[in-house]
């Protein structure tokens, strides 16, 4: 695949500036075909990995340790890597574009609407209605609604939903993986467009600022608030990032979580002296919903990618986007090429061109490898905090 990807920005660049007339209506074309594609398998895999990822969980004495400890403990580190994340972006403005001077004054982000109104649009008056619509918050309501609901049924009809779900979920991402099969077509497309758009006096430099932006955002949350987290619980950061190091560097290099789980529960249970019964209830769950540099790279492309092509965002819509992006990563679990992917699909639920993504991507194999170091050494954080703390599985 990175070959083929390769070729294909070669002849993206070449077909941007030899601007042979048929070639670049076909090439343009495809772009579109592709973003249709992916705002179609948008809001099934946005409200079929949450659904699926959550009503996966077991019922009773598991899902009640689980909710309160690990689960809240993933919450909040993905919230704060967002959040992170935003007021990097809101400094480093890698877009170029302040938010309006109003919206920082505190006013409505529709100036006919009150928040409660803008609120109130995010609760869907029937099941269709945000799938239709594109309202991505409208979609994640009713994932969670359903998801929790699942969980409080019985075991068989709990275990038949979420049976029937998955195996639509399976589906869904076949298809999807058929389309990651012609991304380099895709690719292809997107850098024509992108090198027709540098001939009208795009500015490139903000693709570099926005690399620094994702790379800072990361780094901010491994080097300080994972830490601050550990030590909130007791525990030693450096004694844990030594103990952890080799599973990390796999994560680095192979940029696959699950690859690197058998490995991380090891070094945890031998080096970092976690309990094997916390160790292999944790990594398994959080290589599946916690994900911390996902929620990151979410809200700094979405922001990025949506200001380059126009879109403002006021302060209100800018935190909105720290609990979208949170729940989007949680329910990130199977989706190929990770964030990468879902984050595409996101936009294209607003409509936004998605020539950047397709520059982006060359540069997103080597994010990724920084990106599954940082999810693991997460995993491991919420791993030793949860087992500072004595937990009675069967009772608690």
């Not at 979208?324 to 879902?342: D, E, H, K, Q, R």
């Amino acid at each position: 695949m990175p070959i083929f990807t390769l070729v294909a920005i070669v002849f993206g660049v070449f077909a941007g500036v030899v601007d042979f007339q048929p070639l670049s209506t076909l090439l343009a074309f495809i772009s579109e075909v592709f973003i249709r594609a992916l705002k179609l398998l948008s809001m099934p895999i946005i409200f079929l990995s949450l659904v699926v990822t959550i009503s996966g969980m077991s019922s009773g004495d598991e899902a009640r340790v689980l909710l309160r400890r690990v689960f809240g403990l993933t919450l909040l580190t993905t919230i704060a890597a967002a959040s992170v994340a935003l007021v990097l972006f809101l400094f480093i403005e890698p877009a170029g574009v302040r938010l309006p001077p109003e919206a920082l004054g505190g006013s409505a982000p529709d100036a006919g609407k009150s928040y409660l109104e803008y609120v109130l649009n995010i609760i869907p008056s029937n099941w269709v209605q945000p799938f239709v619509e594109g309202n991505v918050l409208g979609v994640l309501l009713i994932a969670l609604l359903l998801s929790f609901a699942i969980l409080s049924l019985d075991e068989e009809h709990r275990l038949r939903m979420h049976g029937m779900l998955a195996s639509l979920y399976e589906a869904v991402m076949k298809i999807t993986k058929w389309l990651v099969q012609v991304i380099p077509i895709a690719v292809c497309a997107f850098v024509f467009l992108f090198v027709k758009d540098l001939q009208k006096g795009a500015n490139i430099s903000q693709l570099g600022m926005y690399l620094v932006t994702i790379v800072l955002a990361n780094l901010m949350q491994a080097l300080v608030v994972l830490p601050l987290l550990l030590r909130f619980y007791g525990v030693s950061p450096w004694r844990l990032f030594k103990s952890m190091m080799p599973a990390l560097q796999i994560a680095f290099f192979s940029k696959s979580s699950s690859c690197t789980m058998p490995l991380a529960i090891e070094c945890a249970e031998e080096r970092a002296n976690i309990s094997p019964r916390t160790a292999r209830f944790v990594f398994p769950l959080c290589t599946t919903i916690n994900m911390n540099a996902c929620a990151g790279f979410i809200l700094i492309t979405v922001m990025f990618v949506g200001q380059t092509n126009g879109v403002h965002f006021s302060i209100f819509e800018a935190i909105a986007w720290v609990l979208i992006a949170t729940i989007s990563a949680v329910g990130n679990a199977g989706v190929p090429m990770g964030c990468f992917f879902l984050t595409s699909a996101l936009l294209a639920t607003m409509n936004v061109p998605l020539t950047l993504m397709g520059v982006i991507l060359p540069f997103y194999g080597l994010l990724d490898m920084l990106e599954t170091a940082i999810n693991v050494w997460s995993d491991s954080c919420v791993a030793a905090a949860v087992d500072s703390k004595e937990i009675n599985y069967d009772k608690a």
